[in-house]
């Protein structure tokens, strides 16, 4: 019996970082049964030297007990600590890049602003300046950049350059994206590391009980049907994720559930790719995380985009600005530092959303077909993962 081919998977325990990372870890192992896959998730948060410690520890006794032939070791763009013991084990090293190939222009972009040019860019943090980022259509506004990118005090944005440093250490990236969707930003990237490329705020995303009421009016006040998940926010400086409300009367406008009751429905936690499959749904309100971006096109949903923390700013400009693809809230919202966004805001945007004569409704559809085009036979896609897989054989070889 031929021995099997292992590749082992490095996550954060992050649920958006390991749904997309056990994803795909199953396409691959779907494509070519002589892969096996093992994932090691690494607890955040990650300046915890034992945890780490304990993911080398489990990577070094994996190596001694499979009887497979290890391939290489694919980490989450988190963990890039962990290329180094790859190169201990002699073994390749692929990052998992589960953002945009635009985030990943974005970093090496800064870091080369920094490491070549001298610049400071935690200068950009409350800049009006714009950026001219290969890869990107439009000049890119500061305000939308990551606020760890630009976080001077906490060491943020050392530790994000740090990032784009290890990326360069691996053998390859491998980005969750699709060469039409970013055509732009694909066909600009020279760097030979690249192999291949409602209501929902995410599991970290929640809202405190005044921008609820904001959302609430805005929402009664626009007339469209709603599905609307509200969850409770974690303790502010408490890394956790959100969780559900067990009374919604308790958060909620006073009446808003019966006066909505015909038009509207609140729960808490979602399948959200169940929801934006069904054909009801006609338009998406989202944080802008890359996983949600991803499934709204897949199932070609408009989206007005309200970002909350990491790279998600970054998004939104991508789907409203570069894509056309979606309608703004507000691109530079943060959910720790941001003013209200008044029912009055919300009300028009969602009106907006929800024009059917909007061209948006018409890319969405367009981006659609060419989603699901690149996952077939020849797609794309399938042609980056074929490439893929005769990358990885060739280290065992």
Known sequence: MMKKIELIFVSVSAIGHIVSTVEFAKLLVGRDDRFSVTLLIMKLPLEDSAAEASVRDAIHQLTRSKSGRLAGIVVDLLCTSMIDVANELGVPS????????ACLALMFHLQTLKDHQGVDVTEFANSDAELVVPGFVNPVPARVLPAVAVDKEGGGSMDF???????REAKGILVNTFVELESHVINSFVDAHIICGVLCFGSAGAFHMDQ???????????????????????????????????NFEEVLPEGFLDRTSKIGKIIGW???????????VGGFISHCGWNSTLESIWYGVPVATWPMYAEQQLNAFQIVRELEMGVEIRFDYNMDTSNLVSAQEIESRIRSLMDDSSNIRMKRTKMKEKCMKALTEGGSSDCSIQRLIGDIITNIS
């Open 94 to 101: 692929y990052v998992y890049f589960a953002s945009s190939a």
């Open 161 to 167: 350059l740090d990032l784009a440093r290890g990326f």
């Open 212 to 246: 609820i009421n904001e959302i609430a009016i805005g929402l009664e006040n626009s007339g469209h049907r709603f599905l609307w998940t509200v969850r409770r926010p974690p303790p502010k400086d408490k890394m956790a994720i959100s969780s559900d409300y067990v």
């Open 270 to 280: 979602a399948p959200q790719t169940a929801i934006l499959a069904h054909s009801a």
